[in-house]
């Protein structure tokens, strides 16, 4: 059997992917993968996501240049959740110029921002001149 | 505003939860939460999921007495989805036996476990005599 048809998709054909980084270990954001992205992610070694809110195949840093390289693709046991090893080019995964999205810790009721930003987001997505 | 407020549920009243274990790192499984679950964890420091497939509140290691103790939860960018890193008791997050739920690796185009089981499934949940 392909292993895309091992997976289960949901009634929109997308799985929720974890991108996980190779040399740290941590977390750098979740993000959703159809059929088609993930065989991408797989071919190219390049994450590709798919953009619920665009409606369209993303491939992680095709405006910010922060891509990521792919070393592992794993399948959870209800095989209907990814998990990718990348090497986070540029050291940010984050939209918010921060080196991975779960920035926010919980600490005395409130969510408290613990990760800096590396890099001003107007500086990383520059409109074409 | 109260820290479950600015969480952006889902129309289910859901978000996603990674559960990533404190001492290694490791992503030990993927779930779901809502705000009774997600409140609860952070109470008892214990972490407590929705089950979609039961329709109710799982403290997690229940019946198997994998509980995780909760280190710290955290929150994404978008706010709608919580990272929660975890010592795993026992040493088995997945419903297998196995460590973690992400025991199978994509290689030679075909999934491959790379997780061994600890702990005989039939031996974790034994029916109450």
């Known amino acids: 059997?392909?292993?895309?048809?091992?997976?289960?998709?949901?009634?929109?054909?997308?799985?929720?992917?974890i991108a996980q980084e190779y040399n740290t270990g941590k977390v750098l954001m979740f993000a959703?993968?159809?059929?088609?992205?993930?065989?991408?992610?797989?071919?190219?070694?390049?994450?590709?996501?798919?953009?619920?809110?665009?409606?369209?195949?993303?491939?992680?840093?095709?405006?910010?240049?922060h891509?990521?390289?792919?070393?592992?693709?794993?399948?959870?046991c209800d095989e209907d959740v990814v998990l990718i090893?990348?090497?986070?080019?540029?050291?940010?995964?984050?939209h918010t110029g921060r080196h991975n999205c779960f920035y926010r810790t919980l600490a005395d009721g409130q969510w408290q921002v613990d990760e800096p930003i590396i890099k001003n987001p107007e500086d990383i997505y520059k409109p074409i001149a």
Request: aromatic share 8%; net charge negative; glycine share 8%.
């Open 67 to 76: 891509t990521q390289r792919v070393h592992d693709i794993r399948l959870d």
């Open 85 to 94: 090893v990348v090497e986070q080019v540029g050291g940010i995964a984050c």
């Open 32 to 65: 959703w993968v159809n059929r088609e992205a993930l065989a991408l992610t797989n071919e190219t070694k390049q994450a590709t996501y798919w953009s619920r809110s665009r409606n369209q195949l993303w491939r992680k840093g095709e405006s910010s240049g």
């Open 1 to 17: 059997m392909d292993w895309l048809d091992q997976i289960r998709w949901d009634d929109d054909g997308l799985v929720p992917v």
